[in-house]
């Protein structure tokens, strides 16, 4: 019997946490929907901030025969040094999301300190901090809680941070990693060259059809101001974005325990009525011995 009481208390453990699991997906469920909304509005937004971008661009380019000549747009042949800024996740139950992001960056890593390029890192997010600090490895700078809850005005002061460094050239670069929201079902490692601003991702080209007017000492200035809302608003757009990831990964990594916890009940059911019927089998043929015993 008193197997029989292990194997329930092991059925009734079982069943409370396929509640909490069937629970904590509900909720990342509804935090995904609320997530994805603002995740279009901010695409919006940065869609408008890039086409603008692209047009003071176009006209600096076509005004200097050198090309842009902005220290934002200046790529470095051989940089020395790379900053690496990554998003993780403050809690956990979320799959591998977190793994894949941390992998990624050990990757990064080892390619450039093959290359002898210094990489420094500034993290956000508790989980990558508390692996590579346990592991020793130094960081730059660290936020916790901002991943959590996406503040435009905390990534700015962030990210502004790391975007002076490369002005004042104490970086060459500076590379935004994070897990992106793909679907409901899956999420994709994404890396953004934030400085210099990489030219492919504008439609830089001789011809400009825009209406935009700008007084030629005007230019740098516009430029300078749009380039550092660009990089504040890719820091805090990739933060909702992998907070959408985040919610995504762990609504199907909550499902998948929900799922295990059902089975493994129906496996510690079939076997609590196994060891129930040979215990009754056992009663049965010792009250039968007993009788024939008797006679």
Known sequence: MANLKEIKRKIGSVKNTAKTTNAMKLVSSAKLRRTEELARRSRVYAAKLTELLNEIAQKMQKANVDGLDNVYFKEVA??????????????????????????????????????????RLRAVGRKGIDYFKFNNVELNDEIVGLSAAPDYAQAAEFITEVANAYVNGETDKIILVHNGYVNMISQEIREDQVLPVDPSKLELSEKSTSELEVEPDDDDTLLDALVKRYVEYTMYYSLIDSLAAEHSARMQAMDAATKNAKEMVKTLTVKYNKARQEAITTELIEIISGMESMK
Do not use: E, H
Request: proline share 2%; charged share 20%; aromatic share 8%.
């Open 78 to 119: 051989n940089p020395k040094t790379v900053d690496i800024v990554f998003i993780t996740a403050d809690k956990g139950l979320c799959g591998g999301f977190n793994a894949q992001t941390i992998k990624r960056v050990n990757q990064m890593i080892a390619d450039f300190k093959a290359q002898n390029i210094k990489v």
